[in-house]
């Protein structure tokens, strides 16, 4: 073997444990646990009204004055 094909043959044997440690450290940090959670979580409508209650008399003030 060329010693460029033992480099490159070296070189992916450490991306490849790169990836291994990567995975497992995903695996054990629960990356994985709840795939559908978020996904699920978005179609939520759980929108807060802007105006709090007590300035809802001050606005309608507001939009008499305007006409």
Partial sequence: MTPVLLFL???TLVFVGFAAVGVLWAIRSGQFD????????ILMDDDDPLIPFKNLNVQADSTKMDK
Avoid: T
């Avoid at 709840?34 to 979580?41: C, S, Y």
């Fill in 9 to 11: 043959f070296g070189l």
């Fill in 34 to 41: 709840d795939l559908e959670g978020p996904a699920q979580r």
